[in-house]
Every structure is written in structure tokens, then in C-alpha cells.
């Protein structure tokens, strides 16, 4: 078991510019979470998918944000025409059905927009 | 009101003092309650979660639910340098997604 994987591990970005992260859940982890972490807060929900079907989405997705699980294996999440507010780290998470209230997160993408 | 209010620290004891960590919380659909430790620049890492009032005691730490006060406290004795991280709460509503809502976290500095 490998754990949850995400990559890239940093993105420094110019503000307006479009970036995509990936996040590897756990093998067989039916349920992918994302979340946003700013500095000094605790993470917060954006979205997440059971397999392939997007559930729910928190109100902290603008339409700038966008996250797909198109196999129901990986997941990404694309932020386009990014802001200076969008500097956070993005942390994913997985979990099974079975143990759903276990959620293992994965290492995090920091995100600065310059 | 916040949802969940947790004292951001930082806290810095001892080795070998006993530690307590605490959230309150004012939703009362909250079902599942968690704590998670979050090493600097790394994900957080599941501790250990519990579902009713009472005591749960795993190792060096143990969680304390109050629900009836919405108050939920983790213990960590004996604690060790390596614990130095910060601490989170976090809650779940069960129904829908299971989705997680997190304290501020604590940072806990454990000195030699």
C-alpha cells in the first residue's frame, strides 16, 4: 500500500494562468476528497467523488475550479485564470466504502501564484 | 459563531508532560469525531476517531468526547519531541459524503 500520492509536490504560477494537479487515492479507495489548506487554517472541503460521480461540490468552488475522476482511479483538479487568492496547499484524500470515516490524505500540492 | 473553535497555540511543554489539546463545536449533527496530527509541510495523518461520549485511549493518546458540552479533548502522556506537530480536530456529519470539517489546529512544540 503506497498511499495517497499527489505530484506536482510545488507549482509557483503566474497570476491568470491555468494549473492541474493529480492525486493517486489508495488503491481501491471507492471515495477521493480534495481539500484547501491556507497557512494557519484548517483544510477545508472542496469536493469530492465516490468512483467515478462527482457528489458534491463546496460553494468554495468557483467556477474557475473544475475536478474530474474520469476512471474512477486518478483524480485532477484544474484551477484556471489563477489569483493570488488561490495560493493554499491542495491536499487529497481517499477512503474506502467499507471504513468511510477513515480518510488518508495525501503529501499536498503547494500552490503559489505570484 | 465558527463551527468549530480550537486554540491555535502555540503550546510548548516538556518531554514527558502529559498534553491536552481541545476543540469546541456548535453543530450537534456532529456524529464522528477525529483528531489528526499534521507534520510542517506534510499531510494530515489520521490519529485516531470516535464516535460517542467517552474515552478512547490508543498508545500514549486518548480522546475524550463531551457531547453533551460539544467539547472533545485528545491526551498525549509521556510525550515525546516527535510529537511536536500541529493537532486537528475534525467532525463529520454522517449522510452524504462524510466530508470532514477541521479546527484551526493546535501547534504543539515538545522541547527536550
Known amino acids: 500500500d503506497t498511499g495517497v500520492s499527489q505530484d506536482p509536490r510545488h507549482k509557483i504560477t503566474k497570476r491568470g494562468q491555468n494549473v492541474t494537479f493529480r492525486c493517486d487515492p489508495i488503491s481501491e479507495h471507492n471515495r477521493l476528497y480534495w481539500y484547501r489548506q491556507t497557512l494557519g487554517q484548517g483544510p477545508e472541503f472542496l469536493t469530492y467523488?465516490?468512483?467515478?460521480?462527482?457528489?458534491?461540490k463546496s460553494r468554495l468552488l468557483s467556477d474557475r475550479f473544475s475536478a474530474e475522476r474520469p476512471k474512477g482511479s486518478f483524480s485532477t483538479l484544474e484551477i484556471q485564470r489563477t489569483e493570488q487568492g488561490d495560493s493554499a496547499m491542495y491536499l487529497c484524500?481517499?477512503?474506502?466504502?467499507?471504513?468511510?470515516?477513515?480518510?488518508?490524505f495525501g503529501p499536498g500540492t503547494r500552490l503559489t501564484v505570484t | 459563531q465558527k463551527e468549530v473553535e480550537q486554540d491555535p497555540g502555540p503550546l510548548s511543554v516538556p518531554e514527558g508532560a502529559i498534553v491536552s489539546l481541545n476543540c469546541t463545536y456548535s453543530?450537534?449533527?456532529?456524529?464522528?469525531f477525529m483528531w489528526y496530527r499534521q507534520y510542517s509541510r506534510k499531510g494530515p495523518e489520521l490519529l485516531m476517531y470516535t464516535y460517542s461520549s467517552g474515552n478512547k485511549e490508543d498508545g500514549r493518546f486518548t480522546a475524550q468526547v463531551d457531547k453533551s458540552s460539544k467539547y472533545i479533548s485528545l491526551f498525549i502522556r509521556d510525550s515525546q519531541p516527535s510529537d511536536s506537530a500541529t493537532y486537528l480536530c475534525?467532525?463529520?456529519?454522517?449522510?452524504?459524503?462524510?466530508?470532514?470539517?477541521f479546527g484551526t489546529g493546535t501547534q504543539l512544540k515538545v522541547e527536550l
Open positions: 484524500a481517499s477512503s474506502s466504502l467499507r471504513l468511510a470515516y477513515e480518510q488518508y
Open positions: 453543530n450537534s449533527a456532529f456524529q464522528y
Open positions: 467523488f465516490q468512483n467515478e460521480a462527482q457528489l458534491e
Open positions: 475534525a467532525f463529520i456529519l454522517t449522510g452524504g459524503g462524510n466530508k470532514l470539517t
